[in-house]
């Protein structure tokens, strides 16, 4: 698989055409697996963790996934800036891309299908699709688990479930999620009116990039924090369920922001959308909150000259190893926020001319 072939691309995460992808930014969902003849990865020696990989880049490769073919990559051996690109496309976590040692990943050329080995677990499998389509993540997750364990023996009790490294993942070894945008809602100051309900109902809410990582952009990844004592259907309808009140939210507090101060929400979608267009620095944190009051304008009409898919590509190739591998060289910080300045310039340029 050639990488530097996904850099121009947005990724599958952010294409733009699930369903309710207005508001629902991706789905997935993520097994936690262990092989039964190996200690857990954080127990197993360099020379364990080298057989694990071994034993199943082996069979990965040859995995009949019902669909697209598997590339194995080496993790160990990519570069630092290969690794961070895999971690902003979402196809390996930042625990994956920054630990020691043999591991590696499987990925489909579509990436919706992404399997670490050797990250906390022996397997994350994970699947990924755009907009809000749980039950087509679980059918072709559900599908994959089965021909992988018939190729390997997973570590399994009859009174726990699956068995995984952190006792969160024990059960069902699931994490459903799907990562929203709430602008309006932060807008609005009642985000953290809903985080307290969901935490409630035990439901968790992370950052863009998962567990520890903020808010950038208003996206809000949402997922099931129990995994022991339920059922997979059991997660997906609780999560299933609760999504689409927030979707309802959400547009409600778009439509009450657009009757109620429509031309100071313009004004704010404009100086948006100025300042990508001529400043000479921009920071990644600065460009992400940025472009989500533009998708924002996209989204209600206030802008003509872009399209969702354009700012989604846009979210896309001003993260940092994604700019880096557009320019075609190494940029230290103020570096990469006067290349990434110059690239919306010329990129937004680009796009008008195209609409004009």
């Known amino acids: 698989m050639n990488l530097d072939s996904l850099t121009h691309s947005p990724g599958e995460w952010l294409r733009g055409d699930g369903p309710e992808s207005d508001i629902v930014v ?10 039964s003849s190996f200690p857990f990865v954080n127990r197993a020696s360099a020379h364990q963790k080298a057989e694990i990989e071994k034993y199943l880049q ?18 160990g051996a990519l570069s630092p800036l290969d ?30 299908i992404s399997i670490m080995v050797n990250e906390e677990d022996h397997l ?25 364990e018939q190729k390997v023996n997973y570590a399994f009790g009859e009174e726990f479930g699956y068995l995984t490294a952190c006792p969160t993942n ?11 945008h709430l602008p309006a809602l932060v807008l609005k ?29 208003d996206f809000y990844q949402i997922s099931n924090q129990v995994t022991l004592g339920k059922s997979e259907t059991a997660i997906l309808t609780e999560i299933r369920s609760v999504i689409p009140q927030i979707i309802q939210y959400e547009r409600q507090a778009r439509q009450a922001l657009t009757r109620e101060s429509r031309q100071l929400l313009h004004d704010r979608v404009s100086r948006a959308y100025g300042t ?4 000479t620095m921009m920071t990644s944190e600065e460009t992400m909150d940025l472009l989500s009051s533009v998708r924002l304008g996209v989204n209600l009409n206030l802008l003509e000259d872009l399209s969702i898919a354009a700012v989604n590509e846009l979210f896309m190739h001003t993260q940092p190893a994604h700019l880096q591998k557009l320019i075609g060289q190494a ?17 937004l340029r680009e796009l008008g001319s195209q609409l004009n």
């Not at 630990?99 to 499987?106: I, S, T, Y």
């Not at 990508?276 to 400043?279: E, I, M, Q």
């Open 276 to 279: 990508l267009k001529s400043a």
């Open 83 to 112: 690794r961070q690109l895999l971690v902003e496309r979402q196809m390996i976590s930042r625990e994956l891309a920054n630990a020691e040692g043999p591991r590696g990943v499987a990925l489909s050329e579509n990436e919706t």
């Open 189 to 217: 100051k009642e985000i953290e009116k809903v985080f307290r309900a969901l935490q409630k109902i035990n439901l968790a809410v992370r950052g863009l990039y998962g567990e520890g990582s903020r808010a950038s952009g």
């Open 26 to 35: 991706s789905s997935r969902i993520r097994l936690a697996r262990n092989l």
């Open 331 to 347: 940029l230290d910080g103020e570096e990469r926020n006067s290349a990434r300045a110059r690239y919306l310039r010329a990129r």
């Open 58 to 75: 082996e069979r990965l490769t040859k995995l009949d996934t019902g669909g697209p073919k598997l590339h194995y990559l080496n993790v």
């Open 170 to 180: 024990v059960g069902t070894g699931m994490r459903a999620s799907v990562m929203l």
């Open 124 to 148: 994350r499998l994970q699947v990924l699709r755009s907009g809000f389509a749980l039950d087509a993540c679980w059918e072709e997750i559900d599908r994959l688990d089965d021909a992988l």
